[in-house]
């Protein structure tokens, strides 16, 4: 019953964590273009930053 | 034009435009649009959209539509600008669902979770401490999750009308009503996560549904974005400004530069040059209008600059008759009820019938009102639509993926539905039982070591015939040769030396061509030989027309040409195919011949690809546009096929019949399921486990039987 009282919380804090990532990903425009996240990963960035 | 040079400090704020640009294809494309572009002047950013094919460009303020175009131009791609408002809510609107759906998720794996501790024999103070977890995750949960069906509950029962968003609404509160109430007074059973699970499968549905609508936009808006968004006005005292279309006036002269959309209808004053008529006609020949002859909003000026006085703007223009007629046809599509509707306008009153009666019966059976609301919850939780909410956007996801991955593009998940039905099919023959383009006839005689001449004449022009061979040589690995004196003359050709050598690409002359009277459409190519090279055009078939049609037929859907070409050209066409035809309709024809169809009782298929065919294409039963179409014929369709081939016509029939196959038997296993579960429910004998167990495995088996699908597109 003790463990019960530092696993749940610790799951549920896990879980909202989770979920607040997706929140965000979503927000930041992670989702707005799947097909272009998927090339861009091919183009070669020459320019030196 | 003048080029007005940007702010140097952006004190007025850099704004954003946002362009299509159907022409990307790889990550070459989007970098060299990220790169090339700001480099441009007055451009600061831009970024890429590849899924939307679309371009966010960050420019200084005193930048023009029209400059900016020119942008695009210099690195090589061609942009329309974008105006529509309607997709960026259509994208929020998915947003929305997504966030609920996560929120959904989220709750209800954690609530079962802890479901599952008290199932397995949780009681006492554990069981209390569990119930109130999850009565503090599922609330809050329900609350942001279940909005969407709240709301549209709500607006249906104020209208006093149901839907299948009622049952949802009442049986999702009821259930953490009560959960709520159990939790309270220690009671054994609560349903957040039957409430929650609920919610999660249903917004899953919603988003895959909205995934499917989002793709269908409406075809008037592409159609006012086709005309050019402003023109250069002649002021009377000699100056000439960018004016934008809705400021333009009857009486005004505008100074139209080759290459350039007309924005308003008129009359040509000075100059004369060739138009290309196939965003408003369809066909690929170009027609040639001089001073006195009226000239169309939407058509492209191909040669010279001419001066047009505008006789017709906004919604008096010819291209926005046409943009009425489709909006009148499209409303008569609406009116088509999506089987999934139809389905649930029976299921809602069903299902709180049968939770009343449980309540009813337990009442008099002297049960108390308490457990008479339990079980009605359970017989309300039990129906709920889950697997019927599921079975028809999954099947539809599924089959469409693997349609896009055939080359076939459905916008709209009803298409599939209405596809099926069909039962005649009626095709334009421009542009879409021919290729809609002119293709030069026996390149061949051009010898291998002039191509390279050939190629850099061609590529001086934006003619369409230039245009085309440019294409024809272009598989060829022929590179362009370097060219002097490349001057271009309207209607006549292009000349230039190559070498010191006088070269050129002109208009046949009469003897040139042979004396017979053929009506194609011919290019010479003076390249130092002693005579010169004729080059005939001519509009050929698809490759595989026959084949596909006789598909078709076989399939039960008999074809027929209907065309706004000559009736002699129809009739060949019709002919060499052995189908009927029709020719010399306009669009309003074409369109009143489609609804004297429907109004019979048919369910006609309609293939086009021209403006004019807009309005035919929205009031057919369903739709289908090659990608070479115009905008308008691609936004009116229902669903768009790639490539030259016609044989992706029955093989969308072929989808869309498999698709509603799929779909009825999950139906027959929803309705199964509700069968074999409500008795039991009625009966008191489900506790959330059985609910929870019972609502995943049917949605379970619902996606599975979806899934077959995947093989259906053959």
Known sequence: MNGLLILIPVALLLGLSGLVAFLWSLRAGQFDDPDGAAMRILIDDESPL | MTYVAPDGDWTKGPVETRFAVPDMHCAGCIAKIENMLPRQPGIRAARVNFSAKTVAVTHATALTEPDLLRAFDAIGFEAQP????????????????IRALGVAGFAAMNVML????????????????????????????VAYAGRPFFTSAFR????????????????????????????????????????????????AGRVLDEMMRGRAASGAEALVRRTAPGAMRLEADGASAWVSADALQVGDRLMIAAGERLAADGIIEQGESRFDLSLLTGESAPVHAGPGDTATAGTLNLDGPVVLRVTAVGEARAIAEIARLMEGAAQSRSRYVRLADRASRLYAPAVHLLAALSFAGWMIAGAGWHQSLLV????????????????????????CSTMMRKGLLVKDGSALERLAQADEA??????????????????????????????????????????????????????????????ETPGEGVTARHEGRPVAMRRPRPEELGGDADERAAVALDLGGPAPIVIRFADALRPDAREALGQLAALGLPARIMSGDRGEAVAAVAGALGIAGQGDMRPADKMALLEAEIAAGHRPLMVGDGLNDGPALAAAHVSMAPASASDVGQQAADIVFLGDSLLGLPKAVRAARATMRVVKENFMLAIGYNVLAVPLAMAGKVTPLIAAIAMS??????????????????
């Not at chain 2, 802890?114 to 599922?138: E, Q, T, Y």
């Not at chain 2, 899934?707 to 597109?713: D, F, I």
């Open chain 2, 697 to 714: 495995t049917s949605s379970i088996i619902v996606i599975a039987n979806s899934l077959r699908l995947r093989g259906a597109v053959k």
């Open chain 2, 114 to 141: 802890l479901s599952v501790s008290v199932w397995s024999g949780a009681d006492g103070n554990a069981r209390n401490l569990f119930h109130w977890i999850s009565a503090l995750i599922a609330v809050p949960a």
């Open chain 2, 426 to 487: 009626l095709l334009d023959k421009t542009g879409t039982l021919t290729l809609g383009r002119p293709a030069p006839e026996g390149i061949d005689a051009i010898p291998q070591a002039q191509r390279a001449i050939v190629r850099a004449l061609a590529m001086a022009s934006r003619h369409p015939l230039a245009v085309s061979l440019r294409q024809a040589l272009g598989g060829a690995d022929v590179g362009p040769a370097p060219l002097t004196d490349i001057v």
């Open chain 2, 156 to 203: 249906a029962l104020r209208v006093g009308t149901t839907n299948m968003d009622v049952p949802i609404t009442i049986g999702v509160s009821l259930a953490t009503g009560m959960s709520l109430y159990e939790t309270i007074i220690g009671g054994p059973h609560a349903w957040f996560d039957g409430a929650l699970m609920l919610l999660a499968f249903l917004l």
């Open chain 2, 82 to 97: 974008l105006l529509n408002e309607a997709a960026v809510e259509r994208s929020a609107a998915l947003k929305r669902l």
């Open chain 2, 376 to 399: 009605a919850i359970a017989v309300l939780i039990i129906t709920c639509p889950c697997a019927l909410g599921l079975a028809v956007p999954v099947a539809q996801v599924v089959v």
